[in-house]
């Protein structure tokens, strides 16, 4: 079966850094994605990873550990639009229509 | 390029009635994906098309659910005789298929309340 944890809820101050830890026990693994989700808005798109180490885009880079089964995702210098949700979702073997396994989802919330 | 889109926004209907939700993925897109997301949760996957044919169905879609797309484009959902418990955000997605990432992009989602 598959098994997505997150945290559900964080909280961090403007200007901070916050890291958002992700396990996963699947059947299979073919990437891990990050998505932002604001209150009813769609997901959107924030990074991918397949192979172990460290993705950098701007603010948010996100990390793999394959052996562990774990990833996380960092928010740097935080800003209040950061508020949101954040997913985290397995891809598994290929041939599984490169359906996702999302977790509940992280919902961080921003103070000054 | 506008992204994916959804038609309607949101859907109130009561119980029993069918109701039929419209997908346009990125144009350049043949992978197609629907997924149903309740309040409190990630988005589950319910669906998938490559171009026109459907590849994979969820257990979560029974008999009730059904989707087409009948030219690899556009997509419908059709929920008949919809309860309750189908009340929920039914998000579709698109991909281009090709290598590396494959990565879903999501569109704004229709919300369903069933009364």
């Known amino acids: 079966g598959q098994n997505i944890d997150q945290p559900t809820e964080m909280t961090a101050t403007e200007g901070a850094i916050v890291q958002i830890n992700c396990t996963y026990q699947?059947?299979?693994?073919?990437?891990l994605f990050w998505y932002q989700q604001h209150a009813g808005e769609a997901p959107t798109f924030l990074s991918y990873n397949v192979l172990d180490g460290l993705e950098e885009k701007g603010r948010f880079s996100s990390f793999l550990s394959r052996s562990k089964g774990y990833s996380y995702l960092l928010l740097k210098e935080l800003q209040m639009k950061d508020s949101a949700s954040y997913l985290c979702?397995?891809?598994?073997?290929?041939?599984?229509?490169?359906?996702?396994?999302f977790g509940t989802g992280t919902r961080l919330q921003v103070t000054l | 390029d506008t992204g994916v889109s959804q038609n309607p926004r949101h859907k109130i209907t009561k119980r029993g009635q069918n109701v039929t939700f419209r997908c346009d993925p990125i144009?350049?897109?043949?992978?197609l994906y629907w997924y149903r997301q309740t309040l409190g949760q990630g988005p589950e996957f319910l669906t998938y098309f490559q171009n026109e044919a459907q590849l994979e169905k969820s257990r979560l879609l029974s008999d009730r659910f059904s989707a087409e797309r009948p030219k690899g484009s556009f997509s419908t959902l059709e929920i008949q005789r919809t309860e309750q418990g189908d009340s929920a955000m039914y998000l579709c997605?698109?991909?281009?298929?090709?290598?590396?990432?494959?990565?879903?992009?999501f569109g704004p989602g229709t919300r369903l309340t069933v009364l």
């Open positions: 699947t059947s299979g693994f073919n990437g």
């Open positions: 997605a698109s991909s281009p298929r090709s290598g590396g990432a494959d990565t879903q992009y």
């Open positions: 979702a397995v891809r598994d073997i290929p041939g599984t229509a490169s359906k996702l396994t």
């Open positions: 144009s350049e897109h043949n992978r």
